[in-house]
Nanobody, 127 residues
Framework: QVQLAESGGGLVQAGGSLRLSCAAS???????????MGWFRQAPGKEREFVAA????????YYTDSVKGRFTISRDNAKNTVYLQMNSLKVEDTAVYYC?????????????????WGQGTQVTVSS
């Protein structure tokens, strides 16, 4: 089994920054299970949406247009941890942020490609 644990959420004023972390663990954890790591978010009353993703081996990164230039996804292979640095936060970034893991061949923006999900961490941006 693979467990994903998010942390780093909280309340911040517009224009501020937060860094989310997602630590992967589990007795059966293997690197191929984390070939694609993604961050998704769900705002109140809205569907969950793709935010960012990173390929574990090549390090390629992908972002939804609304966060490009403000958010940065990165990984620490040794710690099995993925980060989401969020700068210049806006009120519309308020949501529960979820970390997810997928194997090889995953379509990074497709939620159905991901096999494992964290419980989510709340990010609230005040005006």
């Amino acid at each position: 089994q693979v467990q994903l644990a998010e942390s780093g959420g909280g309340l911040v004023q517009a224009g501020g920054s937060l860094r989310l972390s997602c630590a992967a663990s589990g007795r059966t954890l293997r690197s191929y299970m984390m070939e694609c790591m993604g961050w998704f978010r769900q705002a109140p009353g809205k569907e969950r949406e793709f935010v960012a993703a990173i390929r574990w081996s090549g390090g390629n990164t992908y972002y939804t247009d609304s966060v490009k230039g403000r958010f940065t996804i990165s990984r620490d292979n040794a710690k099995n941890t993925v980060y989401l640095q969020m700068n210049s936060l806006k009120v519309e970034d308020t949501a529960v942020y979820y970390c997810a893991a997928a194997g090889y061949g995953a379509t990074y923006s497709n939620q159905r490609s991901y096999d494992h999900w964290g419980q989510g961490t709340q990010v609230t941006v005040s005006s």
